[in-house]
T-cell receptor, first 114, second 113 residues
Framework: NAGVTQTPKFQVLKTGQSMTLQCAQDMNHNSMYWYRQDPGMGLRLIYYSASEGTTDKGEVPNGYNVSRLNKREFSLRLESAAPSQTSVYFC?????????????FGPGTRLLVL | DQQVKQNSPSLSVQEGRISILNCDYTNSMFDYFLWYKKYPAEGPTFLISISSIKDKNEDGRFTVFLNKSAKHLSLHIVPSQPGDSAVYFCAASGTSGTYKYIFGTGTRLKVLA
């Protein structure tokens, strides 16, 4: 039982390049989330998916797109990377979006945009 | 506007002593609070939570206290151990809709052996 896995662990991009961050969970959770963490700031929600086939914007969605490929997988895409997107990205999952649900986080992807 | 604030970016405590981590919030609609612990190069892991119907919740060495009138919560770790050295995030959510957690900026705890 791996929990939440993320690939890659680390990535360097040039401004304007695109990439997709992958996330998978094996806990049969319905809900999945993408956060970013920046120095001096808490984790901020980018997008979330309450269930397979649905996605919704979070606090900071601009510059990102997501795909809930199936129940297990939720990917985050940067179409044209910008230096402001340099951050650590965390994927998380929970059984539902009920506000008292515990979220389980992946190990993170560290992204540097030059 | 930071709705959840952790005003101490870092804290050092001697092993065996009490660690007290603080968190303040501004939104009176928040009624559920959590603490997450994060080691370097790992994702946050859930530690303990408290609902606004309580003012205290204990789990082993960890106790969270909630003061609703002051909009303040604190995490007590007794006794502190070197393995507790990590970044601690508090998070808050409310019943205004479905999920939405607001995280604080984190406090780095260092427990000195």
């Amino acid at each position: 039982n791996a929990g939440v896995t993320q690939t890659p662990k680390f990535q360097v991009l040039k401004t304007g390049q695109s990439m997709t961050l992958q996330c998978a969970q094996d806990m049969n959770h319905n809900s999945m989330y993408w956060y970013r963490q920046d120095p001096g700031m808490g984790l901020r929600l980018i997008y979330y998916s309450a269930s397979e086939g649905t996605t919704d914007k979070g606090e900071v969605p601009n510059g990102y797109n997501v795909s809930r490929l199936n129940k297990r997988e939720f990917s985050l895409r940067l179409e044209s990377a910008a230096p402001s997107q340099t951050s650590v990205y965390f994927c998380a999952s929970s059984e539902t979006t009920w506000y008292q649900e515990t979220q389980y986080f992946g190990p993170g992807t560290r992204l540097l945009v030059l | 506007d930071q709705q959840v604030k952790q005003n101490s970016p870092s804290l050092s405590v001697q092993e065996g002593r009490i660690s007290i981590l603080n968190c303040d919030y501004t939104n009176s609609m928040f009624d559920y609070f959590l603490w997450y612990k994060k080691y370097p190069a790992e994702g946050p892991t859930f530690l303990i939570s408290i609902s606004s119907i309580k003012d205290k919740n204990e789990d082993g060495r960890f106790t969270v206290f909630l003061n609703k009138s002051a909009k303040h919560l604190s995490l007590h770790i007794v006794p502190s151990q070197p393995g507790d050295s990590a970044v601690y995030f508090c998070a808050a959510s409310g019943t205004s809709g479905t999920y939405k957690y607001i995280f604080g900026t984190g406090t780095r705890l260092k427990v000195l052996a």
